[in-house]
T-cell receptor, first 114, second 111 residues
């Protein structure tokens, strides 16, 4: 069966520090991968998605970036965090092909920037 | 921009009652999905309804889709305390690789 991991689970970082959040998927090949951010009590904002290694689509201009160095690994990064980067970051995957369209979410990373 | 908007934003009912949440969207869709999120956790897929379907059932869940009104509803029958969570609709588009999520409805089931 497929599983998706995110780490760390929680993170407290000072303003101006770098960021690296990692997401890995097991049990599937060639998935679409997604990074979302969720502000407290709000819906999900799609940040980036990837349909293959090295292919990144950015949805919202900001100081975050994403990379997909391996088929089942998706990384969210920042060189210098802002206060507004605080939030709950969710990674998700979807089968690239076939009629199945639902996304499967990881447990999330809660980021607090102070 | 957000495509789906859930209504109400918050709903509190007694255990055993039915809960109905609504979702409206703006543009033509290929499918509409409902997800549940327990506090501080990731989202869990509940049910998917395609644009050519009008109603779908899964256990205590019933989803309807009215493409002429660009709206969907999620009904949870015989609610339980464990149903307490936020519920989100998400719209999918033909040929698109992404979903657009609404702001969610926070459902509280009181014992």
């Amino acid at each position: 069966s497929q599983t998706i991991h995110q780490w760390p689970a929680t993170l407290v970082q000072p303003v101006g520090s770098p960021l690296s959040l990692e997401c890995t998927v097991e049990g599937t090949s060639n998935p679409n991968l997604y990074w979302y951010r969720q502000a407290a009590g709000r819906g999900l904002q799609l940040l980036f998605y990837s349909v293959g290694i090295g292919q990144i689509s950015s949805e919202v201009p900001q100081n975050l970036s994403a990379s997909r160095p391996q088929d089942r690994q998706f990384i969210l990064s920042s060189k210098k965090l802002l206060l507004s980067d605080s939030g709950f970051y969710l990674c998700a995957w979807k089968a690239l092909t076939g009629a199945i369209n639902e996304q499967f979410f990881g447990p999330g990373t809660r980021l607090t920037v102070l | 921009s957000q495509q789906g908007e859930e209504d109400p934003q918050a709903l509190s009912i007694q255990e055993g009652e039915n809960a109905t949440m609504n979702c409206s969207y703006k543009t033509s869709i290929n499918n509409l999905q409902w997800y549940r999120q327990n506090s501080g956790r990731g989202l869990v897929h509940l049910i998917l309804i395609r644009s050519n379907e009008r109603e779908k059932h899964s256990g205590r869940l019933r989803v309807t889709l009215d493409t002429s009104k660009k709206s969907s509803s999620l009904l949870i029958t015989a609610s339980r305390a464990a149903d307490t969570a936020s519920y989100f609709c998400a719209t999918g588009f033909q040929g698109a690789q992404k979903l657009v999520f609404g702001q969610g409805t926070r459902l509280t089931i009181n014992p």
